[in-house]
C-alpha cells in the first residue's frame, strides 16, 4: 500500500546517497521513501538553475559526461539512428500505427525512424533550440513547449513515448497523469531509457554511478515505476534493458568496467575513498512497455 502522500512527492523519506560536487558539476542529495523506495532528489537545485541549465545551447553541443569527457548530442545524432530504429522495432510488437506523442522529442529522431505511411506523429520538446535544429536540419516537426502545458484531446494518441526524459521532469506523476488521459483505453505508454537505480552499477559504483546528475529529479526502478504506473491506471507489459544494441556494448567498454569493477572492490577493501567512475553497463537504463487500463485513474 502506498500512503495518500506519495504522488511521486513521498513525504516520509530516509537517507540514500550524498552525490558529490565533481568537476564543477553540482552534487545532489538523494533520499528514499520510506513507503515505496523511491529514490528522489532532496533538495532540488533552484528554479535559476533548472532554468539556466536547459536553456544553454550548450547543453546540445558541447556537454561534458561524468568523467569530463566532451559530448555533443547534435553531433552524435548520426549514430544514435540505430537505437530508435531498434526502439520502433519494439513498439511496433505492440502497435503497427496510428497517433504518436513524441514527448522530450529532441531534434526529432524518432520520428524519423517512424513510417509516415502508418504513423501520425506530434512531437514536443521544451528546448526551442533542439527543436529548431531538427525543423532545419532533419525536417522533422517538433513543437517547442512543454507537454504538461499542451492543449491535447483526452483518449486521442494511440502511444505516447518518453525516453530519456521522465527523471528529468519536474512534476513526474502528473506527466505520467497527462499520459494516461490523452491515450486511448489500451493505448501504449513506452518510457525508454529510463534510469535504474536498481542496476548492479548504481548500488555497486554508488557515488561514482555515472548517471547521478543534479538534473535528475527522479530515480526509478522497474519496481517503483510499476508502482507508480498501476495507481495512474496502466499496466506494465514488458520491462527491457536495452544496453546490448546500444554502440556501448563493445569489448573496448565491456573490459574497462570489468576492470573498473575491480579497482572499486580492492579500494572498498582497502578503505580507499578514491572515486571510480562506473561506464555504460546492462541494467543501467529500462525501457517500460505500458497499456492504458480501461479503470479510471485514480
Ligand atoms: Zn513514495
Known amino acids: 500500500m502506498i500512503p495518500s502522500h506519495c504522488r511521486l512527492e513521498c513525504a516520509t523519506t530516509k537517507p540514500y546517497l550524498v552525490v558529490p560536487e565533481n568537476q564543477g558539476m553540482a552534487g545532489s542529495v538523494l533520499v528514499q521513501c520510506a513507503a515505496c523506495s523511491l529514490v528522489i532528489e532532496s533538495p532540488r537545485p533552484s528554479r535559476e538553475k533548472i532554468d539556466a541549465f536547459y536553456s544553454n545551447e550548450a547543453l546540445w553541443t558541447n556537454s561534458r559526461d561524468a568523467e569530463g569527457n566532451q559530448r555533443s548530442y547534435v553531433n552524435e545524432l548520426l549514430a544514435k539512428r540505430p537505437q530508435f530504429d531498434d526502439l520502433v522495432q519494439r513498439i511496433e510488437r505492440f502497435r503497427r500505427g496510428g497517433r504518436l506523442l513524441d514527448v522530450a522529442a529532441g531534434a526529432g529522431l524518432l520520428e524519423k525512424s517512424l513510417d509516415p505511411a502508418r504513423w501520425q506523429v506530434v512531437g514536443v520538446e521544451s528546448s526551442r533550440y533542439i527543436a529548431e535544429f531538427g525543423a532545419r536540419e532533419l525536417n522533422t516537426r517538433v513543437t517547442a513547449g512543454y507537454f504538461e502545458d499542451m492543449a491535447l ?146
Open 153 to 298: 484531446e483526452p483518449a486521442s494518441f494511440d502511444v505516447v513515448v518518453m525516453k530519456y526524459a521522465l527523471d528529468h521532469m519536474e512534476r513526474p506523476w502528473d506527466v505520467l497523469v497527462k499520459a494516461r488521459e490523452i491515450l486511448k483505453p489500451g493505448g501504449l505508454l513506452v518510457i525508454a531509457d529510463l534510469i535504474n537505480i536498481d542496476s548492479f552499477s548504481a548500488r555497486f559504483f554508488a557515488e561514482g554511478h555515472r548517471l547521478f546528475h543534479p538534473m535528475h529529479f527522479t530515480y526509478f526502478s522497474a519496481k517503483t515505476i510499476g508502482t507508480h504506473l498501476q495507481r495512474i491506471g496502466f499496466e506494465v507489459i514488458q520491462v527491457e534493458r536495452p544496453f546490448m544494441k546500444t554502440p556501448y556494448c563493445n569489448a573496448k567498454n565491456l573490459r574497462t568496467f570489468a576492470g573498473r569493477v575491480v579497482r572499486r572492490a580492492l579500494n572498498k577493501f582497502r578503505g580507499n575513498n578514491e572515486k571510480v567512475f562506473s561506464t555504460a553497463f546492462y541494467g543501467n537504463m529500462i525501457d517500460v512497455f505500458a497499456v492504458a487500463s480501461s479503470g479510471n485513474p485514480s
